[in-house]
């Protein structure tokens, strides 16, 4: 059942004759509760979905200290010790630290998958690329054909070339991924990422649509591949293209699962069409619905920025008060070691309070908060493509300011993404916007 659990994690395909994940936790915790790998496996899944915190799961926080005191308690090898703490730093925001700990176990054992992934995800949290690439790095010529879910490595692998920019070694491994497995969900989103970094409209349109009966059965990263999959008709300037896959796909999968990828990517992917002027009705509240219980985690910055998306979205502003004053109310309390509530003062305020700003057509304000910490952002994790939002908000507050030099911000700006991604019809829109306002000015 550990296996059946692993495999299920790094393919991200809830194996359903197995009952899925939830199942076979539940299978392992009743064929022997003080198997200490056991409690490492649940709690390691339950920590890294980032949608609960010891801090406010008593529940959670109980598992996290049953499984230290079973490891104390019992022989356990050097490597269970370091799984156990690992997670027991990550429990208490030392995300850093509980990275290294992974390390520690990939030297000695670099087809330790349960390490790796969880390095690898932590990583992504922490925005941190070349130590998500080079952790893969380190132990890929370790991982022969012969050893189950050798092929997953690339797709691994290829995720971090991408976000380092190493588009065509990434491409590589992610096809040869798929020539091994077609239904490897997370090459197919690696490829997905190369192609919107490119801005190889065509190629990221054509290759979703070739393949989504290969990947839409991966009911962990479907909704996020969708995700992608629209982001392409949104830079095409098809947005009823974007919001039928939304409505098809999208938010029925995150009312079902209710995932914080999901819902992440829900936010993001409204939010995106409402800066493109776009009316989205009442899609907000059903949103709101699932992130307003989640208004008080401050797991991840990355999060509490999409939360405030659908509070402000629905306009509910009771939900956009208690994110906003129970997230300084935290940060008055000793963060300690806690990695996150570290970048709330100089990243996370900054930009929680724009997106308030903007709601309120204050974009000056706006945008003297965002673009002094916008190179900086990559700490509070996500991908390139994720954190365009950010990108894409900035650029919308400086056109929408009454100040003469963040005007001319917004055509620099501007001039700038035309630079690094060519021919990108949303570039030209924002271009055509930024002509027309401000020949109005």
């Known amino acids: 059942m550990f296996d059946a659990t692993l495999t299920q994690y790094a393919t991200w395909k809830n194996d359903q004759s197995l009952g899925g994940i939830e199942g076979c936790l539940s299978k392992l915790k009743a064929a022997d509760p003080n198997f200490i790998m056991g409690h490492v496996i649940t709690n390691g899944l339950n920590l890294i979905g980032t949608g609960s915190s010891v801090r406010l799961d008593k529940e959670l926080d109980?598992?996290?200290?049953?499984?230290?005191?079973?490891?104390q308690s019992q022989p356990v090898t050097e490597r269970e010790k370091l799984h156990v703490s690992a997670l027991e730093l990550f429990a208490s925001g030392q995300l850093p630290k509980a990275c290294d700990t992974w390390e520690q176990i990939l030297q000695n054992h670099p087809?330790?998958?349960?390490?790796?992934?969880?390095?690898?995800?932590?990583?992504?949290?922490?925005?941190?690329?070349?130590?998500?690439?080079?952790?893969?790095a380190r132990v890929y010529s370790h991982w022969t054909p012969d050893i189950p879910l050798s092929s997953y490595l690339k797709g691994l692998y290829a995720f971090g070339l991408v976000e380092t920019n190493f588009y065509d070694r990434a491409e590589k491994l992610a096809y040869e991924a798929l020539a091994i497995n077609q239904t490897d969900a997370w090459s197919v989103h690696a490829i997905a990422h190369i192609n919107e970094m490119r801005g190889d409209l065509k190629s990221g349109l054509a290759f979703m649509k070739q393949t989504e009966n290969n990947w839409k059965g991966s009911d962990m990263l479907a909704c996020h591949n969708y995700w992608h999959w629209a982001l392409n008709f949104i830079e095409k300037g098809d947005y009823e293209a974007a919001l039928t896959i939304?409505?098809?796909?999208?938010?029925?999968?995150?009312?079902?699962?209710?995932?914080?990828?999901?819902?992440?990517d829900n936010c993001s992917m409204l939010y995106r069409l409402q800066l493109e002027g776009v009316k989205v009705g009442d899609r907000w509240k059903a949103v709101n619905q699932l992130t307003r219980k989640h208004a008080k985690d401050h797991t991840l910055i990355f999060n509490d920025a999409h939360i405030l998306m659908a509070s402000l979205g629905a306009q509910d502003q009771q939900t956009t008060q208690e994110l906003l004053k129970s997230l300084q109310?935290?940060?008055?309390?000793?963060?300690?070691?806690?990695?996150?509530?570290?970048?709330?003062?100089?990243?996370?305020?900054?930009?929680?309070?724009?997106?308030?700003?903007?709601?309120?057509?204050?974009?000056?304000?706006?945008?003297?908060?965002?673009?002094?910490?916008?190179?900086?952002?990559?700490?509070?994790?996500?991908?390139?493509?994720?954190?365009d939002v950010f990108a894409q908000f900035l650029i919308h507050a400086a056109l929408n300011c009454k100040s003469k030099a963040n005007q001319k911000l917004a055509r620099c700006l501007l001039m700038e993404r035309d630079e690094l991604k060519p021919d990108s019809p949303l570039t030209e829109r924002l271009i055509r916007k930024a002509t027309a306002i401000h020949a109005l000015g």
């Open 246 to 264: 939304y409505d098809a796909h999208i938010a029925p999968r995150c009312q079902l699962n209710g995932s914080m990828l999901d819902v992440v």
């Open 329 to 387: 109310e935290l940060c008055c309390v000793a963060p300690g070691e806690d990695h996150e509530l570290s970048l709330v003062p100089k990243l996370g305020l900054p930009l929680l309070q724009a997106f308030v700003e903007f709601e309120t057509n204050n974009y000056d304000k706006a945008v003297e908060l965002l673009y002094p910490v916008r190179y900086q952002l990559v700490e509070i994790g996500g991908s390139d493509a994720q954190r």
């Open 62 to 71: 109980s598992a996290v200290k049953t499984m230290v005191a079973l490891s």
């Open 111 to 136: 087809t330790d998958l349960l390490a790796l992934k969880l390095a690898h995800d932590t990583y992504f949290y922490l925005g941190q690329q070349t130590q998500m690439r080079d952790s893969v």
